[in-house]
């Protein structure tokens, strides 16, 4: 079964041992640093706004993570690891409180060759970013959260983003090549997982294992020109990131498209469009913005605004009012909105996304990220969701999977309940050798909740 700290757990005693590691108490970090974005969903608002841990942790190193698992497993307290927090599902909030084990310190970058770099669970995207750029190289992907996110958080909680287009998502072979983990067991082992084995613990939200080096490929770095193109018809715009994410031949990181009124929630950016406009945020390789230009053209689009790769380092970048920063500056405006995170079928046509638009209207607003899907272009929406009603949005949900598209659900912190909708018996397996306490973020994995009954 599960364990549980109990509020009688003396906590001046399980922090003796672990003398030497940074340690937080105060009820107001520790209550911090128990969360994450949960409040897009209204749902899980009402399930994880009072569960926070009993103490944080901050290991600054491979040695440091084995003495707290050693102590964890001693006293039976539930572990949660945590990164920086960008998720978005209550992926790192501790249903049973007890220790949180932030890895943020943990930010060596062991080393960078071409194509791979070995680093840390606490690096900074966007540091790994600038370092491994110095050598013609760059990360692959990354979440919306670029500035902020931690490798080791993308890895556990995540599952694709910016780069996507070109590279499909984390869990597919080849996007992860290796990664240490320290197990929960009575006497806490290092394990290194390697090729198809690195899905053990991949998007397992730090349920079966604590990640403390990864091993992640990097592809060639460009100059990547920040355009947005407008459009006055939404599905003109669709089909306009469908014919970019097809065109092999022109270097693309980012294919975003927000149907009207979401461009009205992009504050910082309201004059670089007109008013009621179907919106394109890309990122174009400066390479192929001649051959880009005559695509647009093809569609009937126009270039609203243009930054070349220098400038569009400096201040906010367009891939910063995507993926989930869509969501987020459109609940800035209103809090009420949540989203969705739908996965459409592969057709060129886009039928089954057409009729969803109509269907809905303005209740649901569509916004599109294109991503390589078995060497398909195909269209993935963060929808924009005015929410009313947990039915109703349970609802919206249900029409979208009768017509054929797949639902990762946002309103849930159910591993399975997500974007699997199956146990997922390797995992499973994994976590009952590495975790047979049931220690590692636990009510997070439904497979080991139901063995347990």
């Known amino acids: 079964m599960t364990a549980i700290a109990h509020p009688s757990t003396d906590w001046d005693a399980f922090t003796t041992p672990l003398d030497g590691i940074e340690i937080l108490r105060d009820p107001t970090q520790v209550a911090k640093l128990s969360k994450d974005y949960y409040t897009y969903s209204p749902v899980l608002r009402s399930l994880l706004s009072d569960k926070v841990g009993d103490v944080v942790v901050r ?21 949660t690891v945590r990164g920086a927090g960008t998720g978005n599902y209550g992926q790192c909030i501790p249903l049973n409180g007890g220790v949180i084990l932030d890895m943020t310190r943990m930010q060596a970058i062991k080393w960078v060759k071409p194509g791979l770099a070995c680093v840390e669970p606490g690096v900074k995207l966007a540091a ?13 992907m990354a979440p919306s959260t670029y500035r902020t996110a931690t490798i080791g958080g993308f890895i556990g909680g995540g599952s694709g983003g910016i780069g996507s287009i070109t590279y499909g998502q984390l869990r597919d072979r080849g996007n992860l090549h290796a990664v240490r983990v320290v197990t ?22 730090g349920t079966n ?4 080096e990864l091993e ?12 947005m193109v407008s459009f006055e018809d939404f599905m003109t715009a669709a089909r306009f ?6 065109a092999d031949g022109i270097v693309k990181k980012l294919v975003c498209i927000c149907a009207d009124p979401i461009p009205t929630y992009f504050t910082a950016l309201k004059s670089c469009y007109p008013a009621n406009a179907h919106v394109a945020l890309l990122m174009i390789a400066e390479s192929c913005l001649e051959p880009f230009a005559e695509l647009v053209k093809q569609f009937n689009g126009t270039i ?28 800035s ?12 079928p592969a057709d060129r046509d886009l039928k089954l996304l057409e009729r969803c638009y109509h269907h809905f209207g303005d209740e649901v607003m569509m916004h599109l990220e294109f991503l390589r899907v078995n060497g398909s272009a195909i269209p993935a929406a963060l929808q924009i969701v005015r929410y009313s009603t947990a039915d109703r949005l349970q609802e919206i949900i249900h029409y979208h999977e009768e017509q054929g598209a797949f639902i990762a659900n946002p309103h849930t912190y159910i591993l399975e309940d997500g974007g699997r909708k199956t146990i997922d018996p390797v995992q499973l397996a994994f976590k009952e050798t590495v975790d047979p306490y049931g220690l590692l973020n636990p009510g997070k994995m439904k497979a080991w909740d139901l063995r347990s009954t």
Not at 59 to 70: D, G, I, Q, T
Not at 128 to 140: A, F, H, N, S
């Open 241 to 246: 990131g469908q014919a970019l994410g097809d």
């Open 304 to 331: 609203c605004y243009q930054k070349n790769a220098q400038e569009a380092s400096k201040g906010t970048m367009l891939l910063e009012f995507t993926w989930n920063h869509t969501t987020l500056h459109a609940r």
């Open 128 to 140: 790994l970013d600038k370092q491994t750029r110095e050598t013609g190289w760059e990360i692959r």
């Open 216 to 227: 992640i490929p990097l592809g060639a770095a460009y100059a990547w020109a920040d355009v």
């Open 184 to 205: 929960m067991e009575d006497e806490p082992r290092v394990i290194e997982l390697r090729g198809d084995e690195v899905q053990k613990v991949n998007h397992a939200y």
């Open 333 to 344: 405006v209103d809090p009420s909105l949540t989203y969705l995170q739908t996965l459409f």
């Open 209 to 212: 294992g604590i990640i403390t």
């Open 59 to 79: 290991p600054a190193n491979e040695a440091e993570v084995l003495r707290v698992a050693k102590a964890c497993v001693a006293a039976r307290i539930p572990l």
